[in-house]
Structures are given as structure tokens and as C-alpha cells.
């Protein structure tokens, strides 16, 4: 079983910039494609990205494309999130999720396609 701690989170002014990280516990972490969600206030959880497990593939979201980057590091069985131009409306708490399913259905950004996700870290975008 994966655990996955998410890291990083904190108050950004708008137009700021943050990277957030997502830690396994496992050492078989490389073979799991790794999303990342949000969740804001009053709102559903929305897929945000994900990663393949080689790192070499990544997705997004329409809503996020251009500002959010994903990337990893499967020596340090770390996941990062780079948000750039930081919005308001980018406020929420964010999740890591890890999943084997195939890519192709990943990227429909069903969460339940996802077996092991963290705790989540709070971002909160000030103007």
C-alpha cells in the first residue's frame, strides 16, 4: 500500500508562485501514474493533472494548462506541482493520488480510477 503525504502548501499572494510536493512511502512509487486534485471551498474535487510513472507523460486539465506543471523524482519518490501567476480562484486544498491504471482512462480524471491518496495541503491565494 502507497502513502502519500502531501507538502508545501501555505498563504500565496496572487501572481506568486509555489511548488507543492507529494511524498511516497513506497519504494515501488515509480510504477504508479500520480494525479494531482483540488478541491476548493464549496466546490467538488477536480482533477487537476497527472504524471505517467517514467515521468516522460503528462496531462491537464483545460482549466490549469500553461500555469501548472507536474514532475518527479522516482529516486526521491517525490511528485511536485509548480504553480505559477497564482489566481484567487486557485484556493483550495490539493491532493496527490496515486493509480496503475492504464493512462488513457486516467485521463478522463476520474477519481475513483485512483487506489491511494494523501491528506492534502491547503493553498490560499490572497490578493
Known amino acids: 500500500q502507497v502513502q502519500l503525504v502531501e507538502s508545501a502548501g501555505g498563504l500565496v499572494q496572487a501572481g506568486g508562485s509555489l511548488r507543492l510536493s507529494c511524498a511516497a512511502s513506497?519504494?515501488?512509487?515509480?510504477?504508479?501514474?500520480i494525479g494531482w486534485f483540488r478541491q476548493a471551498p464549496g466546490k467538488e474535487r477536480e482533477f487537476v493533472g497527472i504524471?505517467?510513472?517514467?515521468?516522460?507523460?503528462?496531462y491537464y486539465a483545460d482549466s490549469v494548462k500553461g500555469r501548472f506543471t507536474i514532475s518527479r523524482d522516482n529516486a526521491k519518490n517525490t511528485v511536485y506541482l509548480q504553480v505559477i501567476d497564482l489566481e484567487l480562484e486557485d484556493t483550495a486544498v490539493y491532493y496527490c493520488?496515486?493509480?496503475?491504471?492504464?493512462?488513457?482512462?486516467?485521463?478522463?480524471?476520474?477519481?475513483?480510477?485512483?487506489?491511494?491518496w494523501g491528506q492534502g495541503t491547503q493553498v490560499t491565494v490572497s490578493s
Open positions: 513506497e519504494r515501488t512509487f515509480s510504477r504508479y501514474t
Open positions: 493520488a496515486a493509480s496503475e491504471v492504464q493512462w488513457t482512462v486516467l485521463t478522463t480524471g476520474r477519481q475513483g480510477m485512483f487506489d491511494y
Open positions: 504524471i505517467s510513472f517514467s515521468g516522460l507523460s503528462t
